[in-house]
């Protein structure tokens, strides 16, 4: 008897031990949440690779550009060489005749005959209405050669010597490197009995005064930005300072429209490895026309799929040189006052010059705030999703009684709740920039106000989450690189989409796809994350912390360059 009893209690207390082990067990939503966690990162990585495979296709071989060369480098930017161009006949009425029926259907093109001095030889003078110095045109041209000259054969070495006072004269030797040059901007001559024409620089037309940078502003650091002339930029980057190391090459691209690009660097710290791997991709680059630097920045990525940025865009001329004594390299283009500086990392993203211009300490506060701020803009909203849909036992007691009572009334779930206030955002933000600037600034803040007060007096959102959205937006005004800043709000709608299919299970691994991709992703062959990921200790003095000038006697050790030391 005793024994049945014995056997009863102890079965008994087996289905205790069993119901309380079940009673830890997650339910059945718990395991397809981490279920649809395992399969969502294995479907996006898979449909990532395929769309990376079908649009590389037609990319060419290295997954940029063409895969043969199509940009020219030209070490005078007067004319290039053009195979089986026509020559200069030495005629003149032949050679004029051939100009006027290749470009003489412009009506912005003056051709200007006139005789030189008391000689009896015909010239022409061709040119483009506005885009060249008039007064210089008429002084240092027309005047000299019509006015009394010396004796003597006509040569172009004559002319150059004695008639005509410029510093840049190139000769055309064919008819299309003359007529190109002219619609690229050159004042031309025709002298008959010239087997060449004369090509004269001299610049002119409307441009716009240099001014400080409008996108990176400093309370502390020199007031200047680059212009969209790309002769005044790369005079910028000379006068920084005196040095015979600082080298620039010139290319030209664009297969109907065609502009400058400078490629700059300092030969004696540059790795000639990466330099050699960035003259590649810019010689491949195949496109009509290069209206800005955000062209060449798409066309020589690595990681066209990435939505981070893979090359660094500054107006700021002291940021370039600082760059290159990293050893990076500074890419220019004609038109445009934006310079694009790779390989670039993700740190540089959160990094502002006036780091460097203040004491280390205040350097390294700001620092940190940004990369606190920078997490903010990317998690709030998910963190917030996931703890009011999914996990609010997480949350205090205190409150999230509160939160309950300011979501009292609320009709809507918090996915459309965050969206409807995000999208609002958004929208005033983005008419804030396209609207005249003394109406913009004003129109954003009072919109925003103004549309948050409301939807909450509606009931349309908790004021709880006005606050959470404000932090997200002003989290993200506080990134200095405005590109950085519109990748971390596109990611910050996939991340609340991931929370609210997911929890927490998707806040973390959104968090961790975008590690992994960042760890995974390069620019011209430097990891994304270093010094993080590979983990290099010289380089965290300039990483999260901004460590004394003093201590700061090696360059970065991922841009292997010539010279690791930086001289004092």
Not at 228 to 234: A, K, Q, R
Not at 344 to 358: A, C, G, I, R
Request: net charge neutral; with cysteine.
């Amino acid at each position: 008897m005793n024994t049945d009893i014995e056997v009863q209690i102890l079965r008994l207390g087996m289905i205790l031990l069993l119901a309380s082990i079940v009673s830890y067990i997650p339910g059945w939503e718990t395991f397809g949440q981490a279920g649809a966690a395992l399969i969502v990162p294995l479907l996006l990585g898979y449909l990532y690779k395929s769309l990376y495979r079908l649009v590389g296709s037609g990319r060419g071989q290295a997954g940029y550009g063409s895969s043969t060369p199509r940009v020219t480098q030209s070490a005078a930017p007067a004319a290039g060489n053009i195979s089986g161009s026509t020559g200069f006949s030495g005629n003149y009425n032949t050679d004029l005749l051939a100009v006027r029926a290749a470009i003489g259907g412009n009506s912005d093109l003056h051709i200007r005959e006139f005789t030189i001095a008391d000689t009896g030889v015909r010239a022409a003078l061709i040119y483009v209405d506005g885009m060249q110095n008039d007064r210089l045109l008429n002084m240092r041209i027309m005047q000299f050669l019509m006015s009394e000259i010396p004796a003597g054969p006509l040569t172009s070495i004559g002319i150059a010597n004695q008639l005509l006072p410029f510093s840049q004269l190139n000769e055309a030797p064919s008819v299309e490197d003359f007529n190109k040059s002219v619609l690229f901007g050159h004042s031309a001559l025709l002298i008959e009995g010239l087997p060449c024409g004369l090509l004269i620089q001299l610049p002119g037309g409307a441009n716009r005064a240099i001014a400080e940078p409008v996108s990176e502003a400093l309370l502390r650091g020199p007031r200047l930005g680059f212009s969209e002339v790309l002769s005044e930029n790369t005079s910028m980057l000379r006068r920084q300072g005196f040095s015979d190391q600082l080298e620039m090459k010139t290319y030209r691209a664009g297969s109907s429209i065609q502009k400058d690009m400078v490629l700059a660097y300092m030969k004696d710290i540059v790795n000639p490895e990466l330099l050699e791997e960035v003259k590649n991709r810019i010689l491949k680059i195949d496109i009509d026309f290069l209206a800005d630097s955000g062209y060449i920045e798409q066309l020589i990525e690595d990681n066209y799929l990435s939505p981070f940025q893979q090359a660094q865009n500054t107006e700021r001329p002291d940021r370039v040189i600082s760059a290159l004594l990293e050893g990076r390299i500074a890419i220019l283009l004609d038109g445009t006052p934006f310079a694009l500086i790779v390989p670039v990392t993700f740190s540089m993203l959160l990094q502002s010059p006036e780091d460097y211009y203040e004491r280390w300490l205040p350097g390294t506060l700001l620092r940190m705030l940004r990369f606190a701020a920078s997490f903010l803009a990317l998690m709030t909203p998910s963190l917030y999703i996931s703890f009011i849909s999914f996990h609010p036992g997480l949350i205090p007691t205190e409150l999230a009684i509160t939160l309950i009572k300011t979501r009292q009334g609320v009709p809507f779930p918090s996915l459309i709740e965050v969206l409807i206030l995000e999208v609002s955002i958004e929208i005033l933000r983005e008419a804030g920039i396209r609207l005249p600037k003394p109406i913009g600034p004003a129109m954003g803040i009072v919109g925003g106000l103004i549309i948050g007060d409301a939807a909450v007096q509606a009931g349309i959102v908790s004021p709880f989450l006005v606050i959470v959205v404000a932090v997200t937006a002003i989290s993200s005004f506080s990134i200095p690189m405005y590109s950085a800043g519109i990748t971390l709000r596109l990611l910050r709608f996939a991340g609340m989409l991931f929370a609210a299919f997911l929890g927490m299970y998707g806040t973390i691994l959104f968090f961790l796809m975008i590690c992994s991709h960042l760890t995974k992703l390069k620019s011209f062959g430097v990891p994304y994350l270093t010094p993080v990921s590979p983990f290099r200790m010289s380089d965290w003095k300039d990483l999260f912390l901004r460590a004394p000038l003093a201590l700061m006697k090696r360059r970065p050790e991922m841009m292997k360059t010539r010279q690791t030391k930086r001289k004092s």
